[in-house]
């Protein structure tokens, strides 16, 4: 349950530091007033009197207090910048693991900007754009200030303000809905950009640069007109903000001069109010020039508070025994990510500890989604997937995972060493049990004949090793550690004869050790190697039993058995019993 909170915790801890800079704010615009004060002094004192020794001594406490001045600045600004890192220490892995786990219930979600959301909020509350918030509660002090010299000066300041202020709200309600589109626009630019260069050989192959281009242009320009047109109207706001401020200068210098005409004011008020009143619009205008900058990182914290109230984190589950492999699915439904009809409808089936079961079936029957929801990447609409008796959805997922084996029809490699990725990235794996798992894998000696073997970068999604080679060094993480149950969905899609020939024998040896093996293919050479076989169409069980019970050889040529095999996308994909299925 920690992670459900973690954002409010993290501004919790946060809300720390915030008070705290909240009173070194008050101590820093306290020492604002020594310019105007020392000004004052100056014109009223100094100058009159012609006393060297009293503009010493002004001097020497004007440069004491700007000291402390400095010290304080230094320590808010230092204290904010600590916080940001509690904050990112507290939200960062939390929100990692959110996003992990939303993408895998909803592949095309985005949610992985909620990674970058987090360096935008941490960015905003430790710069200088919130320190504007910070200086903002002390403006009446300036104000207050203003009105002690003359009620017409504290009136010009106030008026300032107001109009200032307004201008800031205007600001707000001119460019929100705008910034907002833009976001979005440019979201979907980049996640179209991520998605598309994942592809860049069949871009150039087949010509596709121009079209796609267009495509992305077309968001890229719709986003810089939001852009555009936030920017003009904020713009405008900042330019007619700066005219304010100028003429106010004016307005109460030129009022100033009045007074002293008059001789309500001394000229030394007159200097003291125009810097007093500069620095009570200071935090004003800097709010307007730093609102984009506050728009942005509102809109991240909404998009965290919506990843952390729509995504249930995984609760707190306790330790299970060490499982044998014994797998059985009952009543399975499930859907794909963003789908409403069910793809699997009343799957049911089970497996001892250490069979070997191959899952065939026409393209679109349903088996890349049963094997999702075979280890745990998917939740079942209904029904249930149960390891040694267990649910997998109650298995802590850290743990089940040291007893999975995975190796998806699409191989991915992370950035890191061949190694590293066969070791799962685990701090405790030893060369031994790499080296084991390569072996076990068959993929050792193609391992050693790499530019640096076990040391060579696979570059960014494998793209540094060939189809072969990234399905060899994930089979071999499927299998490291020799975990109990291991499902290989396709595993000799991008295999040589020679490949084949190694996963041939990994199986063996892993059906040898007792480990559970489920097998997506289409091949007969793997079938063979299945005690059991589970025929999927449209989602439902077609057949399911003892391979050597449902495939009949000899009731056809063995050339035309081949041939139904390789064919397997169709309902007949062998000759097969027509006894029910167990």
């Not at 406490?61 to 916080?83: C, N, P």
């Not at 998605?195 to 192959?205: G, K």
């Not at 077609?542 to 064919?567: N, R």
């Amino acid at each position: 349950m920690q992670e459900r909170n973690s954002l409010q915790e993290a501004y919790r801890k946060y809300r720390t530091a915030f008070a705290a800079t909240l009173i070194f704010s008050l101590f820093t615009n306290l020492l604002m007033f020594i310019g105007p004060l020392y000004m004052l002094q100056i014109y009223d004192r100094v100058l009159s009197s012609r006393s060297e020794t009293t503009l010493v001594a002004l001097s020497v406490i004007a440069v004491s207090l700007l000291l402390a001045y400095g010290l304080l600045e230094f320590t808010r600004t230092k204290l904010l910048v600590r916080a940001g890192l509690q904050f990112d220490e507290v939200l960062a892995h939390p929100t990692f693991h959110l996003v992990v786990k939303q993408q895998t219930a909803a592949p095309g979600s985005g949610a992985q900007i909620a990674l970058n959301d987090v360096d935008k909020v941490r960015e905003f509350i430790t710069g200088q754009g919130i320190l504007a918030f910070f200086d903002a509660p002390w403006v009446p002090l300036f104000l207050g200030l203003c009105f002690a010299f003359h009620p017409w000066l504290g009136m010009v300041a106030t008026g300032g303000a107001v109009v200032i202020f307004a201008l800031a709200l205007a600001n707000e309600f001119s460019t929100r809905g705008t910034l907002a589109e833009a976001g979005r626009a440019g979201n979907g630019a980049n996640q179209f950009v991520s998605a598309t260069m994942l592809n860049a050989e069949v871009i150039r192959a087949l010509g596709m640069e121009k079209p796609l281009t267009k495509r992305w242009l077309t968001q890229h320009d719709e986003m810089l007109d939001h852009q555009a047109t936030a920017s003009g109207r904020g713009g405008m706001v900042v330019a007619s903000s700066k005219f304010v401020r100028m003429s106010l200068q004016v307005a109460i210098l030129g009022t100033g001069a009045y007074l002293a005409m008059k001789q309500e004011i001394s000229p030394g008020i007159m200097i003291a109010a125009s810097i007093v009143m500069g620095r009570a619009l200071a935090p004003v205008e800097q709010a307007v020039q730093q609102w984009k900058q506050f728009v942005g990182a509102r809109q991240s914290h909404g998009r965290l508070k919506k990843l952390f109230a729509g995504v249930k984190p995984d609760e707190e589950k306790i330790e299970m025994p060490e499982p044998k492999g014994a797998l059985r699915v009952e009543g399975l439904f499930g859907l794909v990510p963003g789908g409403k009809e069910p793809i699997l409808r009343n799957i049911n089936f089970a497996l001892e500890a250490g069979e070997v079961m191959a899952l065939i079936g026409p393209s679109g029957s349903g088996k890349s989604t049963l094997v999702r929801h075979l280890v745990g990447a998917a939740q079942p609409a209904s029904g249930a997937v149960r390891l040694d008796g267990t649910e997998i959805q109650h298995w802590d997922p850290e743990q089940l995972g040291k007893h999975l084996g995975y190796l998806p029809q699409d191989v991915k490699l992370f950035r890191g060493s061949v190694g590293e990725n066969v070791s799962r990235f685990q701090e405790d794996a030893t060369d031994q049990d790499i080296v084991a798992a390569a072996t076990l894998a068959g993929a050792h000696e193609m391992v050693q004949q790499l530019p640096d073997g076990y040391g060579t970068d696979v570059g960014d999604g494998g793209n540094q090793l060939s189809g072969g080679q990234k399905q060899r060094v994930g089979l071999a993480r499927a299998v490291y550690r020799e975990p109990c149950l291991i499902v290989l969905d396709e595993p000799n899609s991008n295999l040589d004869n020679h490949g084949e020939q190694a996963l041939a024998k990994c199986i063996a040896e892993l059906k040898a050790k007792g480990k559970t093996v489920i097998l997506v293919t289409h091949k007969t050479g793997l079938l063979a190697q299945s005690d059991k076989t589970l025929m999927l169409v449209n989602g439902t069980v077609e057949k399911f039993g003892l391979t050597k019970d449902l495939f009949q050889p000899k009731a056809q040529p063995p050339a035309e058995a081949k041939k139904e095999v390789a064919a397997s996308a169709g309902p007949a994909v062998l000759k097969m019993n027509t006894a029910p299925s167990t």
